[in-house]
């Protein structure tokens, strides 16, 4: 169990542990960790400010608490786009993790928000642990598509794994900071995109891609 988090908070009913948890991702999202406030998170959530002490070791446990809620959904989105593609190709299942990841922040802009704060705010507690804990789950799910992209023989043999997984884990990143803050994008337009558009902008990516891995 989360060292972070008391018995108190699991037993809690579903629904209330749900409200906790919204009102502090909303909270740490739109303020950041040190701006964020406990009283905020207790009136949102309607909750006691005892109770909150009650339920995590202090601030910094319910932040670490909200960013374990964050993965884990991030990865029941990703085990869901691996399942699901595994008899496409190596680069429609890349670009169906990129337009995955749009469709996320669209729907969680919150989660999102957490993690564009962690990358940013020097104060966040464990901030490199967090950060690697992103890029390795990120690395791992990457080298998953590639080996077997290898294996079916639709990457050039003798593409260098380690380095390519670092290059599509930086574009992929990128792209989504890019449609998620205007101030990060400058070429590509996507804060007036559409949905169409912003899948010809993967597709340019992808064709990017095949040509320089693939080696067609």
Do not use: C
């Amino acid at each position: 169990m989360n060292e972070t988090v008391r018995p108190t908070f699991l037993n809690l009913p579903e629904d209330k542990q749900a409200r906790i948890i919204e009102a502090a991702l909303t909270e740490f999202a739109d303020k950041g960790y040190q701006q964020a406030s406990l009283n905020t998170i207790v009136a949102a959530s309607g909750i006691a400010k005892g109770s909150l002490y009650q339920y995590f070791t202090d601030k910094s446990g319910i932040f670490l608490y909200v960013f374990d809620f964050a993965i884990a959904v991030v990865r029941r989105l990703l085990v869901q786009v691996k399942d699901s593609t595994q008899e496409e190709d190596f680069f429609t299942r890349l670009e169906r993790s990129l337009l995955a990841g749009l469709d996320f922040i669209r729907q969680y802009p919150k989660i999102y928000g957490i993690y564009l704060k962690i990358l940013f705010d020097q104060q966040v507690p464990q901030r490199q642990e967090l950060l690697q804990r992103v890029r390795q789950y990120a690395a791992n799910y990457l080298h998953s598509l590639l080996r077997q992209g290898l294996a079916r023989g639709e990457l050039r043999p003798d593409l260098p794994a380690a380095s390519a997984v670092f290059l599509l884990d930086a574009l992929l990143d990128r792209f989504l900071q890019a449609a998620s803050v205007p101030a990060f994008d400058v070429v590509l337009d996507l804060e007036q995109a559409n949905p169409e558009a912003l899948r010809q902008r993967v597709q340019e990516l992808m064709d990017i891609l095949r040509r320089g891995l693939a080696g067609n």
